[in-house]
């Protein structure tokens, strides 16, 4: 008999099939089997088409959601997820291997059987890719880092990276008055009272340093994410950061892997 399955993917796309079709590809491939939500807020049935095409062995489910920002859909896929662990994908990441969820899954396991209940999420490394023409990639939490909990001080793991507890996600839903960034404080309240024990020291995704919370704002663009109500001061002041950063524009992923590598050799 087939193993109760305990996690679900849960995949956001809007208006881009090709990068849908990589990323259930990657979440499909899986095992132990994960069943996969998609949540689509695109302008047609393109991705929709993806979706019916696809072939997998667990549920592959299919939610159509206005277009409201990435937050709004994640917290309406929350309230669909009846499995144990829920993991998030946008179109486009990628999982590194087969057995990337499943060492997730193991690691969550684990820490509940040593105290009797669920850890709120686990994380492993991510593999962050520059978009081309640019080379840069590099691993987050850096290889060198030994001080898990100073580490987690100053910077969140990649979000793609992340197994929550579905329990302890449905009780904490996304701020989606935060346009980018509602996932950070999350992370990190998740991730407070596991510490060292919930990171899987290997790398377990593929992320792309072009989506929305990554890029740099022009003015308008601040202006409006320093008005969130959501949004914390550090928050406020990355932003500004971005900003000032935009006439080195083409150096912004060097210079995220400089920043990564030396949180990695400060807390090694």
């Known amino acids: ?25 990657s979440a499909c491939a899986q095992q132990p089997l994960c069943d996969v939500l ?15 095409a696809m072939k997998h062995g667990g549920q592959l489910l299919y939610l159509d959601e206005p277009a409201a920002g990435p937050y709004a859909a994640m917290n309406r896929a929350l309230a669909a ?18 057995s990337s969820l499943g060492s997730l899954v193991s690691r969550a396991e684990a820490l509940r059987t040593r105290d009797g209940k669920d850890s709120a999420a686990v994380f492993g490394q991510a593999w962050i ?8 990639r590099w691993l987050s939490p850096d290889p060198q880092v030994q001080q898990v909990l100073g580490w987690l001080r100053h910077m969140v793991p990649c979000h793609q990276a992340v197994l929550f507890s579905t329990a302890w996600a449905q009780r904490h839903p996304y701020d989606t008055r935060n346009s980018v960034c509602a996932d ?24 792309r340093l072009d989506g929305l919370s990554s890029q740099l704002p022009d003015w308008e663009e601040l202006r409006c994410r320093w ?27 060097l210079l995220m892997w400089i920043r990564s590598r030396g949180f990695g050799w400060l807390y090694r």
Not at 38 to 52: E, H, T, W, Y
Not at 85 to 96: A, C, I, N, R
Request: with cysteine; aromatic share 8%.
């Open 129 to 136: 890719e520059a978009p081309a023409p640019s080379r840069w």
């Open 81 to 98: 997820v009846t499995t144990r662990w829920v993991h998030f994908l946008h179109s486009g990441d990628l999982f590194l291997d087969p």
């Open 227 to 253: 008005r969130e109500p959501a949004r914390h001061w550090d928050e406020r002041l990355g932003e500004l950061g971005k900003f000032l950063l935009r006439p080195l524009g083409r150096y912004y992923a």
């Open 38 to 52: 998609v949540v689509d807020g695109s302008d047609d049935n393109s991705c929709q088409r993806i979706v019916q």
């Open 1 to 25: 008999m087939q193993p109760q399955i305990q996690v679900t993917v849960v995949v956001l796309c809007r208006n881009n099939p090709a990068s849908l079709m990589r990323t259930l590809t």
């Open 184 to 207: 950070r404080p999350l992370m990190r309240q998740a991730l407070a009272s596991a510490g060292t024990d919930a990171y899987v020291r290997q790398p377990v995704c593929r992320f």
